[in-house]
């Protein structure tokens, strides 16, 4: 019987990264994946730590008020 294909481990590794899972020991859960998987979950955490965007409190105001209008 086939073991789980690539994205579902993908899909389990993420959901441990975002538990706070260290990547090392998500990819140790991995051995016969690993090549496939690191550079990945690599790439996740890589995204995961860029800061998220913001809105200035003009803009927003400027959007809401937009939205408003629309509605």
């Not at 890589?46 to 200035?56: C, D, E, N, T, Y």
Request: without cysteine; proline residues 11%.
């Amino acid at each position: 019987m086939p073991g789980p294909d690539l994205d579902s481990l993908l899909n389990d590794g993420i959901e441990a990264l975002r538990a706070g899972e260290p990547i090392e020991e998500v990819l140790r859960r991995y051995p016969q994946t690993r090549a496939e998987l690191e550079p990945l979950l690599r790439l996740v955490v890589r995204v995961r730590s860029v800061p998220r965007p913001a809105l200035s409190p003009a803009a927003f105001r400027a959007g809401e008020a937009k939205l408003r209008r629309a509605a």
